[in-house]
């Protein structure tokens, strides 16, 4: 199957005052239908600035330095990264959308939330204002929201938290889009509020085959809805793989390193402080062509120090490197793929 978006070699800079900060480098990945795809890592790594060069959405003085982003549509494949303002605006919120990571700041606070669903939808549709109006509360009745109608009558800033990040997925879902891109959307919510967050994302996958690449800090998230996990440190995409496979045997020293420092179900952290990971994330103006992660592995070689940073490439899939996961539904079973000279052991129990 082809993917519906394919990134490729994207690389972004911001200069500043103090220099130049690649804030992603050579960063490429695949987005199959129905597919999520999680980028993690620290803050920093370079996670939302993937997501933002998307849809060109890079503030500036971010400017993007190489790379493409094929999207599949019916009319054949189209370069979003050179496409033109007016051509990249029909497809954003219609074929490409985004939740971003503040729905409070998001949305439009002297508009009430039925005017700012409408306006996303006559933006791109050519219907009569009832045909919005009745979309629009399909849209916001679709998130299971208390009263939809006094919902729409509402402003921002009368709506909870989790009341405004459903509000911005109905913004972002009302026009059926093949990519959704989000930003962190379970932060600062409540546990109760995030598990419906999660549920209403896994019915678009499965009810509309929307792809979603999500954005997030919470290896918890990622677990219960992604089907692959993409690893990020220093604006580098470090390690790629199934989720399943990616949890239960980490290859890269910084994505082992991370899932270390989560607590653990089977009583094994109870009563003693969890691992961190040591040193600080890369200076990323200070970079110097080796490993970035160089500094903090408890794995670097002599080779670590003595060649320039390694690509991400496909792991072997024969002769006993990479056991398979044990078959769970959405998993995906893609090829895992790190950029280290000396990975961890796989585990094959």
């Known amino acids: 199957m082809a993917p519906v978006l394919r990134i490729e070699d994207l690389s972004v800079e911001y200069c500043t005052r103090e220099g130049t900060v690649p804030a992603a480098r050579h960063v490429g990945f695949d987005m199959e239908p129905g597919q999520v795809t999680?980028?993690?890592?620290?803050?920093?790594?370079?996670?939302?600035?993937?997501?933002?060069?998307?849809?060109?959405?890079?503030?500036?003085?971010?400017?993007?330095?190489?790379?493409?982003?094929?999207?599949?549509?019916?009319?054949?494949?189209?370069?979003?990264?050179?496409?033109?303002?007016?051509?990249?605006?029909?497809?954003?919120?219609?074929?490409?959308?985004?939740?971003?990571?503040?729905?409070?700041?998001?949305?439009?606070?002297?508009?009430?939330i039925g005017q700012q669903v409408q306006e996303a939808i006559t933006s791109h549709r050519a219907v009569s204002r009832k045909d919005a109006r009745d979309l629009a509360?399909?849209?916001?009745?679709?998130?299971?929201?208390?009263?939809?109608?006094?919902?729409?009558?509402?402003?921002?800033?009368?709506?909870?938290?989790?009341?405004?990040?459903?509000?911005?997925?109905?913004?972002?879902?009302?026009?059926?889009?093949?990519?959704?891109?989000?930003?962190?959307?379970?932060?600062?919510?409540?546990?109760?509020?995030?598990?419906?967050?999660?549920?209403?994302?896994?019915?678009?996958?499965?009810?509309?085959?929307?792809?979603?690449?999500?954005?997030?800090?919470?290896?918890?998230?990622?677990?219960?809805?992604?089907?692959?996990?993409?690893?990020?440190?220093?604006?580098?995409?470090?390690?790629?793989?199934?989720?399943?496979e990616t949890f239960r045997s980490p290859r890269h020293p910084y994505t082992w390193s991370l899932l270390e420092t989560l607590p653990r179900l089977d009583g094994r952290s109870r009563g003693r402080m969890l691992p961190q990971i040591r040193g600080a994330p890369a200076d990323l103006m200070a970079l110097t062509g080796q490993c970035s992660f160089l500094e903090r592995c408890p794995k670097a070689l002599t080779i670590c120090r003595e060649e320039s940073e390694p690509p991400i490439e496909l792991l072997p899939s024969t002769g006993g490197a990479i056991p398979s996961a044990v078959p769970v539904p959405g998993s995906t079973a893609v090829p895992h793929s790190v950029a280290c000279y000396n990975p961890v052991e796989a585990k094959t129990d």
């Open 38 to 112: 999680a980028l993690v890592g620290e803050s920093g790594a370079g996670k939302t600035t993937v997501a933002l060069s998307i849809l060109r959405l890079i503030p500036e003085p971010g400017v993007v330095t190489s790379g493409a982003i094929r999207l599949r549509t019916p009319e054949g494949e189209r370069d979003l990264a050179t496409l033109r303002e007016a051509e990249l605006r029909d497809i954003r919120g219609d074929v490409v959308s985004m939740i971003f990571q503040d729905p409070v700041a998001g949305l439009n606070p002297v508009l009430e």
């Open 137 to 244: 509360m399909e849209a916001l009745t679709r998130m299971r929201l208390p009263d939809p109608k006094r919902i729409a009558r509402s402003f921002p800033g009368e709506l909870s938290g989790g009341m405004c990040q459903r509000v911005m997925i109905a913004i972002a879902t009302v026009l059926n889009p093949k990519v959704l891109i989000a930003d962190e959307p379970t932060s600062s919510l409540d546990v109760t509020v995030q598990a419906q967050i999660i549920n209403e994302l896994n019915l678009l996958r499965e009810q509309r085959g929307t792809s979603i690449l999500l954005i997030t800090h919470d290896m918890g998230v990622v677990a219960q809805i992604a089907d692959v996990m993409g690893v990020m440190y220093a604006g580098a995409l470090v390690e790629m793989g199934d989720t399943v």
